[in-house]
């Protein structure tokens, strides 16, 4: 079993950034590729961002490219979520996710655990 917690969510004004974190325990953080995801009411759940189990291949969604940044240390079993220029839009619960099964993935099929969470929410 691996337990996932996100941390660093919270309530942010246009333009601002927030850094999310997400601890893993339970497995080999480094055999794992990672990937962060966000729901916002109403709709799927989508894809944010993803990162290879070595750090070395790292990609996002084209809504946040240029504004987002995914990382990863395998020394602290934590992946995280840099989030700059925030938007309206970019308001939703954001989830990492863990997979051993795929060096890189970026579909949620793909994942096998997940954390349960945390809120971001960006005001005006």
């Known amino acids: 079993q691996v337990q996932l917690v996100e941390s660093g969510g919270g309530l942010v004004q246009v333009g601002g950034s927030l850094r999310l974190s997400c601890a893993a325990s339970g497995r080999t953080f480094s055999s794992a590729a990672m990937g962060w995801f966000r729901q916002a009411p109403g709709k799927e759940r989508e894809f944010v961002g993803a990162?290879?189990?070595?750090?070395?291949?790292?990609g996002v969604a084209d809504s946040v490219k240029g504004r987002f940044t995914i990382s990863r240390d395998n020394a602290k079993n934590t992946l995280y979520l840099q989030m700059n220029s925030l938007t309206l839009d970019d308001t939703a619960v954001y989830y990492c996710?863990?997979?051993?099964?795929?060096?890189?993935?970026?579909?949620?099929?793909?994942?096998?655990?997940w954390g349960k969470g945390t809120q971001v929410t960006v005001s005006s």
């Open positions: 990162i290879s189990r070595s750090g070395s291949t790292t």
């Open positions: 996710a863990y997979t051993s099964r795929y060096a890189y993935a970026r579909g949620t099929e793909q994942y096998d655990y």
